[in-house]
Structure formats: C-alpha cells, structure tokens
C-alpha cells in the first residue's frame, strides 16, 4: 500500500519557522513527484511546493516562493518542507501528496 505521512507542524510566531517531514511507502520513490498542499478553514486546498524526485525539480506556489523550500532524501524515502518566515496566512493544514495518494495532514498554527 502507498502511504504517507506528514509530521512536524505545530504553534509558532509569525516569522518563524517549521520543517515538515513527508515519510513515504509502498511505491519507487523516484518515479514519482510529491506536493506539498495546504488547506486553510473555509478555503480550498492549496498547491504549496512539488519537487521531483529523482531529477529534483521544484516549483513553488507564488505565495510561498522565496521563503519555502522542498527537498528530499531518496534514501529515506522522504520528503520536507522547509517554512521560514511564516505569516498568519500561512496557518492550515499540510498535507503531502504523490499521483492519488494523499497522506493525513499535519497542522500548521502561524500567531501574530
């Protein structure tokens, strides 16, 4: 079975920052791209950040470009979102995401 799990959110200030951890299985890892997504009460899920896995491609949303980073460790079959300079805004719930396999999220608290 594929699975994936996101882990590492929690309670900051704004301008600080999280790293999430994506913990994959079940599937060759470099074959496949992951997302990162995001869902925020009352809104719609959010593509955040996606990196390829064997060529290490990224694309990032306008909204988190610059201040987040994806990255990888093939190794270990995981992947993770590095947040600095985290806004209010950015409070949600992250999940990651490979074809149709999407992993239970992890929540993200940004106070101001």
């Known amino acids: 079975d594929v699975q994936l799990q996101a882990s590492g959110g929690g309670l900051v200030q704004a301008g600080g920052s999280l790293r999430l951890t994506c913990a994959t299985s079940?599937?060759?890892?470099?074959?496949?791209?992951i997302g990162w997504f995001r869902q925020a009460p009352g809104k719609g899920r959010e593509g955040v950040a996606c990196?390829?896995?064997?060529?290490?491609?990224?694309y990032y949303a306008d909204s988190v470009k610059g201040r987040f980073t994806i990255s990888n460790d093939s190794a270990k079959k995981t992947a993770y979102l590095q947040m600095n300079s985290l806004k209010p805004e950015d409070t949600a719930i992250y999940f990651c995401?490979?074809?149709?396999?999407r992993g239970r999220g992890t929540q993200v608290t940004v106070s101001s």
């Open positions: 995401q490979t074809d149709d396999n």
């Open positions: 990196i390829s896995n064997l060529q290490g491609l990224t």
């Open positions: 079940g599937f060759t890892f470099n074959d496949h791209a």
